[in-house]
């Protein structure tokens, strides 16, 4: 076990060069100038900008400039936004922060509420119940998240007035909780639609008819027998899911104007602040493998048939 | 005194395609220290009695339109839900065929065995832990201290098999139903875990309802016989006398197809046909598109189960003629 978490630790190195790099690289070749961008629509004197170009190294050959972001965060420096002066790391210390809330937010909401719908619906495959459950999850798949986004706000912020249309104040937990439902929303019908499944087959096994067979309380047959073995592939899509909800954050927050990463990757995408987009994503990669790995140890311990060496 | 006996059991169920009528009136009865053994082909309804008995049939889509299930006397079929979970598996337990789907594969089988301490009598963990060892121990598995927190996919087959006997045993039920219990494992071991479980079944003096393909095996540990043909049971007898002379030709025609010693070499004889579709039994005797000895009546006229002689009973019209070939 010690080993396995060793080695995969040991792989987010190569993923880590390689996202940072790819990323680098795209920076790179888009269009436009950070330097140039600082004049706006005043013209320049190209010789001023050839200066700072050289002063903040965007001259050098992309390799070189590659090299000296990696050191540099090595020694802990995310490097500097061109046009604010801000070090990178305080704008993401800032950003990531909400994000990771309003993420974690919508992950617990998607694991409790989806495994609980999914159980139920399970439960009762092909009753009345487990129709509508099934026809709200394929509801919620088949329309794209902004549109639910902009339906909540129309809904409780515009009609029932319970809400603010926008977040005022990102570090306040309660009010990501809209915006935590409809990121979760996605996730929440896979999530559902799994459990369902995954419930409606165990209970046909021939283990469960033995729990019953030995007299064990209903509760016990669902709740020790069941749901352990119900969870595996859940807990499977759950490990690759964090990714998308992190992804699907981004958008999220532009709806309803959290000051996530979402923004400020947004923001320096138009400023061709490299720096500050390599650093975000980079993050959100490492976030990425580490969620999954922790999935994964979790795989093990639900699922003693797997062995990890 | 008799422990548990079966009136006129009729089961269905109601499938897309209609009404599978899967047990028809099915009668039989064991005492204490008795085993019964119910033979037929595939789909014969041995194992949805047996279900039904447990009370592990799946409502929806079965159902139990009629009969009676007496155990120590006392109807089972109109207990409440709560009586008869507690008669599972403390008075009643079931062994099934296939021990590796049978025991969960994410729980150790001491979690699994010790279960049945902590729910039926309330012992604590530990407890129930040291008694799930002396049961591995019972069942002759070897070094059940270690291997008490093992998982199911980690023990050979006929290990699990008697793992899954420990589980039935662990409560000294008054009757235990197997299932087929031998069927899923290799031949060497077959005959290993059969004698296990009669060993056990005469020490505890409980009755036993084995489900079995196996004549050979029958011959060995029954006292008496049910064989049963699409949800009836045609013939019922005391072990001797129905291997020496069968009172149905279905019976004649299962026991014709046993390979013999002194017959080795000769083609062995099969039952011509196939089992009827459970929703479109024949009418008449179920049997007689398969028999070598129908008549007209047979066709028209449902035989019932006729008392042959002591303890002895036929559903053939022509159950003389039978017995006296
Ligand atoms: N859950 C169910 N739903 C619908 N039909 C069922 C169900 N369980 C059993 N049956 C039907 O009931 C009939 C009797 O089945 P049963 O399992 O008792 O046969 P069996 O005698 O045990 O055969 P085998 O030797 O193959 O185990 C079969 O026709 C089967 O298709
Ligand atoms: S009743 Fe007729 S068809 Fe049925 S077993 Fe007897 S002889 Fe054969
Ligand atoms: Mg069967």
């Known amino acids: ?36 961008a600082l004049w706006g629509e005043q013209s320049a004197d190209p010789a001023q900008i050839a200066a700072l170009k050289h002063q903040l190294g965007l001259d050098l050959p992309l390799w070189h400039q590659y090299w000296n972001y990696l050191t540099g965060l090595f020694q802990g420096d995310f490097g500097t936004q061109i046009a604010s002066q801000r070090p990178v790391a305080d704008v993401i210390a800032q950003a990531f922060p909400v994000t990771l809330r309003l993420t974690i937010f919508a992950f617990v909401f998607t694991v409790v509420a989806g495994v609980l719908l999914g159980l139920i619906a399970g439960l009762r495959a092909d009753k009345a119940l487990d129709r509508v459950v099934l026809f709200f999850t394929l509801l919620l798949i088949s329309v794209p998240s902004f549109v639910l986004g902009f339906l909540f706000q129309y809904l409780f912020a515009f009609k029932l007035g319970w809400v603010t249309p926008t977040v005022q104040d990102s570090e306040a937990w309660g009010q990501l909780l809209l915006p935590a439902i409809v990121l979760a929303g996605l996730s929440l019908a896979y999530v559902t639609r799994l459990t369902r499944t995954s419930v409606a087959e165990n209970l046909r096994a021939d283990y469960i008819r033995t729990a019953v067979a030995k007299g064990l309380p209903h509760r016990r047959v669902v709740g020790v027998h069941l749901l352990r073995n119900s969870l595996i592939p859940v807990v499977t899509f759950l490990g690759t899911d964090v990714g998308s909800l992190m992804a699907g954050a981004v958008v999220t927050e532009g709806i309803f104007n959290v000051q996530g990463i979402g923004n400020a990757i947004f923001e320096a995408l138009n400023r061709r602040e490299g720096s500050t987009v390599v650093g975000i994503v980079t993050l959100i990669v490492i976030v990425y493998l580490v969620a999954s790995l922790i999935v994964d140890l979790l795989y093990a311990v639900l699922d003693p048939r797997i062995r990890y060496a | 005194m008799t422990l548990l006996e079966v009136r006129d059991l009729h089961v269905d169920f109601h499938t897309r395609d209609g009404i599978v009528k899967a047990v028809n009136g099915v009668n039989y009865s064991v005492d204490a220290g008795e085993t019964l053994a119910v033979l037929g082909e595939s789909g014969s309804g041995k194992s949805v009695t047996a279900q039904a008995i447990m009370g592990i049939l799946d409502m929806p889509p ?7 299930i007496l155990f120590q006397g006392e109807d089972m079929l109109t207990m409440s839900k709560e009586q008869r979970r507690k008669l599972r598996g403390a008075k009643i337990a079931m062994i099934f065929q296939d021990a590796l789907s049978s025991l969960n594969p994410v729980l150790s089988v001491g979690y699994q065995l010790g279960e049945m301490f902590r729910v039926h009598q309330g012992l604590s963990r530990k407890e129930a832990r040291a008694k799930s060892i002396e049961l591995m121990d019972r069942v002759n598995i070897p070094a059940a201290k270690d291997r008490v927190r093992d998982y199911p996919h980690q023990f050979s087959g006929g290990m699990r098999q008697r793992i899954m006997i420990a589980m039935a045993l662990a409560l000294e039920p008054d009757l235990i139903i197997a299932d ?16 296990l479980l009669a060993d056990l079944q005469r020490e505890f003096n409980m009755g036993l309802i084995l489900i079995t393909h196996d004549l050979g095996v029958v011959a060995d540990v029954a006292d008496k016989i049910a064989v049963m043909y699409a949800g009836r049971i045609v013939e019922t007898a005391p072990v001797k006398e129905l291997y020496k002379a069968p009172a149905h030709p279905y019976t004649r025609g299962l026991l014709d197809s046993i390979p013999r010693l002194d017959q080795k070499g ?4 099969a039952i011509q046909g196939l089992p009827p579709n459970m929703s479109r039994v024949p009418e008449g005797c179920a049997f007689h598109p398969r028999c070598p000895a129908a008549q007209d009546i047979c066709r028209s006229e449902l035989p019932p189960l006729a008392e042959v002689g002591a303890g002895r009973g036929s559903a053939c019209h022509f159950w003389k003629e039978t017995l006296g070939d």
């Open chain 1, 1 to 36: 076990m010690g080993r396995y978490v060793a080695r995969r630790l040991l792989q987010m190195i190569p993923v880590f060069i390689g996202s940072t790099l790819l990323i680098f690289c795209m920076m790179y070749v888009l269009p436009g100038d950070p330097v140039r």
């Open chain 2, 62 to 68: 079965g159902r139990i339109p009629k009969g009676e």
């Open chain 2, 180 to 195: 087929e219990p031998t069927t899923a494992l290799d031949v060497t071991v077959q005959a290993q875990v059969m004698e």
């Open chain 2, 266 to 269: 000769r083609e062995l004889y």
